[in-house]
């Protein structure tokens, strides 16, 4: 019988040894390596051929007997292989000729705030929620023989040696729907199409310094919604706006305090949640809505065996069984609710990044801390488990130990791979597949808004005055 994972940390270390290939082996194994910052790829083959060795120097005849049925089964595995690697390399190959096609030529648009920003959050939300779109993709041809893929998003917010302005980088097929859609929430905005600030800066070690994250939520099921504009009270509009709290104030000041020589850049990549995908397969498991329906239950079995344990009769615990939910907790209840809520709204998959440049002379290194510490603004500070958090996932501070860097080579990359990624808005799909964060549009729209007219900040780009239409009697010139 495999190893419960409680027991397997009591065992001798030749034990754990042997019992290394059993699940619970496995992931603590896994925890080890992750909790050294060994990187498995780099490490897994040596403790193969250790683990090979020993198998063989223990029972060699094992050992060929192992490798014999290996070979006799290659002609059915070896063929299955084989066809895996090539649909993978197929669909890369196919995405990556949509991606260089016209219809996916890019656009970045610069957005101007209304000088009077006197709606809520809710106004943002209605936006995206818009935009979300899933088409594209829609019939297997499309996805496996065009290599289409549904429409992808970034929202920004750039500042450049303290210039704050507001960005949505989109196909240009897009344009006049984003632009028409923004324009129905914010009649009072500008949005012009302008050269890429991301493009004008090269990679240049001698010049630059680089500093960049990638965030991922820290609790699971993802459906556990962060700290949202609702429960900052944003959703109402009080007399005295002034009275509001705006976690999004604190960013935009922060990043008006950029200097000459220093840009500071976050990045929302964002596509319409459709549904789990193996390279242009559909999955029928939901990765977003089954652990948050399974952490629901999880909550309510909890509860009810919670208040079973104050008594022995049997009758009794039938009853309080029958109860359910009503044995919650308030933070329980609120923790459920959260979950509740967020899954009766759209759902985006999202890249979430940050990148902090300046040249040499100019870079401040204190500000490394705060691409680590970005959005603790929206993270809750009293620890509460109804609310989940953004952490840091990969990035520039994942260098702790002196075996994970060898003279810097792999820091250097990474940077490198951050400042390329940020430049192409890439994160899913080609050239950058990498594992979604899940937001809801009251999420996104938290984490991407326009600040109310409160947030008087001289480096935000706010449009000039307010215009209006001349009034259609006004008589003509002769």
């Given at each position: ?13 030749w034990k754990?040894?042997?019992l290394?290939?059993?699940y619970s082996?496995?992931?603590y194994i896994s ?10 790829i780099?490490?897994?083959p ?5 683990v ?7 029972d060699p005849?094992a ?7 290996i070979v006799?089964?290659?002609?059915i595995?070896l063929?299955?292989?084989l066809?895996?690697?090539f649909?993978?390399?197929?669909v890369h ?5 949509f991606?260089?096609s016209?219809t996916c030529?890019p656009?970045?648009?610069m ?7 006197e709606?809520?959050p809710v106004a943002?939300?209605i936006?995206?929620t818009s935009v979300w779109?899933?088409g594209g993709e829609?019939?297997?041809?499309h996805r496996v023989?065009?290599?289409?893929t549904r429409p992808v998003f970034s929202?920004e917010?750039a500042?450049?040696e ?5 960005y949505i980088?989109t196909?240009k097929?897009w344009?006049k729907i984003v ?5 129905g ?11 890429d600030?991301a ?8 010049k ?5 994250a990638?965030?991922s939520?820290k609790?699971e099921?993802q ?8 429960d900052?009270g944003?959703?109402?509009?009080p007399?005295k ?5 705006d976690?999004?104030?604190?960013i935009i000041e922060f990043?008006g ?5 220093e ?5 929302l ?6 549904q789990?995908?193996?390279?242009g397969f ?7 809505r089954?652990p948050?329906k ?18 022995e009769?049997e ?9 359910g939910?009503?044995?919650m907790?308030e933070?329980?209840?609120?923790k459920v609710?959260?979950?509740e809520?967020?899954?009766t709204?759209?759902t985006f ?6 990148l902090y440049?300046?040249?040499r002379?100019h870079y ?10 970005f ?6 500070s009293?620890?509460?488990?109804y ?8 990035g520039?501070s994942m260098f702790?130990y002196?075996?994970?860097?060898f003279?810097?080579l792999?820091?250097d ?13 890439a994160y899913f799909?080609v ?5 979604a964060?899940?937001l809801?549009?009251?999420?996104l729209a938290?984490?991407?808004?326009f600040p109310s007219s409160?947030?008087k ?9 307010k215009?209006s239409?001349?009034?259609?009697n006004?008589?003509t010139?002769a």
């Amino acid at each position: 019988m495999a190893a419960g994972a409680s027991d397997f940390k009591s065992y001798s270390l030749w034990k754990k040894f042997l019992l290394s290939w059993t699940y619970s082996g496995g992931d603590y194994i896994s925890k080890w390596f992750n909790g050294w910052c060994f990187d498995p790829i780099a490490t897994m083959p040596f403790f193969f051929l250790i683990v090979l060795w020993v198998a063989h120097t223990l029972d060699p005849d094992a050992v060929t007997a192992t490798f014999a049925t290996i070979v006799a089964l290659s002609p059915i595995v070896l063929p299955v292989a084989l066809f895996v690697v090539f649909w993978v390399a197929w669909v890369h190959y196919i995405r990556f000729a949509f991606w260089f096609s016209p219809t996916c030529d890019p656009v970045l648009l610069m957005v101007e705030l209304p000088p009077e920003v006197e709606k809520t959050p809710v106004a943002m939300e209605i936006f995206l929620t818009s935009v979300w779109n899933t088409g594209g993709e829609t019939t297997f041809r499309h996805r496996v023989w065009r290599g289409q893929t549904r429409p992808v998003f970034s929202l920004e917010i750039a500042s450049t040696e303290g210039r704050v302005n507001f960005y949505i980088h989109t196909r240009k097929v897009w344009r006049k729907i984003v632009e028409a859609r923004l324009y129905g929430q914010f009649p009072e905005a500008r949005v012009t199409e302008v050269e890429d600030y991301a493009a004008k800066i090269p990679w240049d070690l001698k010049k630059y310094g680089y500093w960049g994250a990638e965030y991922s939520k820290k609790v699971e099921p993802q459906a556990l919604p962060i700290r949202t504009y609702v429960d900052f009270g944003l959703d109402q509009s009080p007399d005295k706006p002034e009275t509001q709290t705006d976690p999004l104030t604190n960013i935009i000041e922060f990043l008006g305090t950029m200097g000459k020589g220093e840009h500071f850049w976050m990045q929302l990549v964002v596509k319409g949640r459709k549904q789990d995908e193996w390279y242009g397969f559909y999955r029928k498991h939901d990765h977003y809505r089954a652990p948050a329906k399974e952490a629901i239950k999880s909550i309510t079995r909890d509860a009810v065996k919670r208040a079973q344990e104050l008594t022995e009769d049997e009758a009794s615990q039938k009853r309080v069984g029958e109860r359910g939910a009503t044995l919650m907790t308030e933070t329980e209840k609120r923790k459920v609710e959260s979950i509740e809520r967020a899954m009766t709204k759209l759902t985006f998959e999202c890249g979430i990044r940050c990148l902090y440049i300046g040249e040499r002379q100019h870079y401040n290194g204190i500000n490394n801390a705060s691409v680590i510490r970005f959005f603790d603004t929206f993270n809750t500070s009293s620890g509460l488990d109804y609310i989940n958090r953004i952490n840091v996932a990969r990035g520039s501070s994942m260098f702790d130990y002196p075996w994970q860097d060898f003279m810097e080579l792999r820091q250097d990359k990474v940077k490198h791979n951050l400042l390329f990624h940020y430049k192409h808005r890439a994160y899913f799909f080609v050239p950058y597949d990498q594992a979604a964060v899940f937001l809801n549009s009251e999420e996104l729209a938290t984490l991407w808004h326009f600040p109310s007219s409160v947030v008087k900040s001289p480096s935000l780009s706010r449009v000039p005055a307010k215009v209006s239409e001349a009034p259609p009697n006004l008589p003509t010139g002769a």
